[in-house]
């Protein structure tokens, strides 16, 4: 009977969170479909004819293309960059912390990710600004440096749980430690690579606030900060700005699905194990 209780409440539950991520969603995607008529009646009903004019005028206003551009170079370069870097670290500090000053770095690095950005925000501005790092290339490498803590804290439990005969037996065979982590090591980590990735693409695309501050040119803004800069010129018509957003969310909504499963199980034995 208890059992049958709990198995009722938790699919109550998914149920209820479901609808509170579909909702927002459904509206999202009929407004955008909607012209500025149809709005006046019924907000939930499905649009009469679906046009395609709201995306159009929304790509011209906020000069869709290029913030698109912004985003998805700032996003691969992240990716790739991120992946290279923190899975490095994280084995050189895997591998040693029976060391005290590995031991030093993996607590310090975990301790980045209980300080909130607002802290930090004003002195990393002011700093960025000082050193000409308030450009794409700034973001870029400000990105990886904020991964790392989370990173290091999932790579670190994922590699610990890879045997160190493995990399004894390439040692013998002549290889060095650099040849080890990119011929045995790297390998083994894909499927944690692949849960990194997801992750910093969905951050680094959606992200918003770090943008904000460190971007002081427009020509290089990211598409979160197009839909703020240009939210004025949509003024009430909403049927434009759900359009923007729509467009701006459609590719990590598409992303996400198809590597959720990735996501979930990276991060579940890099705590794990």
């Keep these: 009977m208890n059992r049958k209780k709990t198995s009722w409440l938790v699919t109550t539950l998914l149920i209820l969170g479901s609808l509170l991520i579909l909702f927002p969603l459904y ?135 890879i045997p160190v005969e493995l990399e004894e037996a390439a040692i013998m065979d002549g290889a060095t430690t650099w040849g080890v982590f990119w011929k045995v090591i790297f390998p083994l980590l894909a499927p944690m690579n692949a849960t990194v ?24 803004a990211t598409l979160p900060l197009v839909q703020y800069i240009f939210q004025g010129q949509f003024s009430t018509d909403y049927n434009l700005a759900f359009a923007s957003y729509l467009m701006a969310l459609a590719p990590m909504i598409i992303v996400y699905i198809f590597a959720q499963k990735w996501i979930i199980s990276g991060v579940m034995k890099g705590s794990i194990k």
């Design 197 to 220: 990735a997801i992750i910093t693409s969905l951050g680094a695309w959606n992200d918003f606030m770090l943008p904000l501050v460190l971007l002081s040119d427009r020509e290089m």
């Design 27 to 161: 509206l999202t995607i009929t407004i955008a479909f909607k012209t500025p008529p149809e709005m006046a009646g019924n907000l939930l009903a499905l649009p009469k004819s679906w046009s395609f004019d709201n995306f159009a005028q929304a790509i011209d206003m906020t000069n869709f293309f290029n913030a698109f551009k912004n985003s998805a170079f700032v996003t691969i370069f992240v990716v790739i960059f991120t992946v290279l870097t923190n899975s490095l670290v994280s084995y050189a500090i895997a591998r040693n912390l029976h060391k005290k000053f590995y031991k030093f770095l993996y607590f310090y690095f975990l301790s980045a990710m209980f300080i909130p950005f607002p802290i930090i925000m004003l002195p990393l501005v002011k700093q960025t600004s000082a050193w000409g790092m308030d450009n794409l290339v700034g973001l870029i490498i400000l990105y990886i440096v904020f991964n790392l803590s989370f990173n290091v804290f999932i790579y670190i439990g994922y590699i610990r749980a």
